[in-house]
């Protein structure tokens, strides 16, 4: 069955950077992948995606900060997050489609604090 198994949360202060990983098992075909996160108070929001050819999408409260790429060959997603601020505290989950099905991982907690 299709798996994604999230991790690399953390605490972090504000500026600084960590990276989320996104492994992916279960799927044959070539798929895209998205990270999204929960934060306090907030719908789970949309922060970057990318294609399975390898386009990105960026939400635009993380451009020129988060970095999304994928290693097909380990089936893995990444989500470099650089220059960190208050407001990224939440919960990170990656998600990707198949058909009708929607996947999520469990989630991986980052907090951002000083």
């Known amino acids: 069955q299709v798996q994604l198994v999230e991790s690399g949360g953390g605490v972090e202060q504000p500026g600084g950077s960590l990276k989320l990983s996104c492994a992916v098992s279960?799927?044959?075909?070539?798929?895209?992948v998205g990270w999204y996160r929960q934060t306090p108070g907030k719908q789970r929001e949309l922060v970057a995606t990318?294609?399975?050819?390898?386009?990105?999408n960026y939400a635009d409260f993380v451009k020129g900060r988060f970095t999304i790429s994928r290693d097909s060959a380990k089936n893995t997603v990444f989500l470099q997050m650089n220059n960190l601020k208050l407001e990224d505290t939440g919960v990170y989950y990656c998600?990707?489609?198949?058909?009708?099905?929607?996947?999520w991982g469990q989630g991986t907690q980052v907090t951002v604090s000083s």
């Open positions: 998600n990707t489609q198949q058909g009708r099905n929607d996947y």
């Open positions: 279960g799927i044959r075909n070539k798929y895209a």
């Open positions: 990318i294609s399975d050819f390898g386009r990105t």
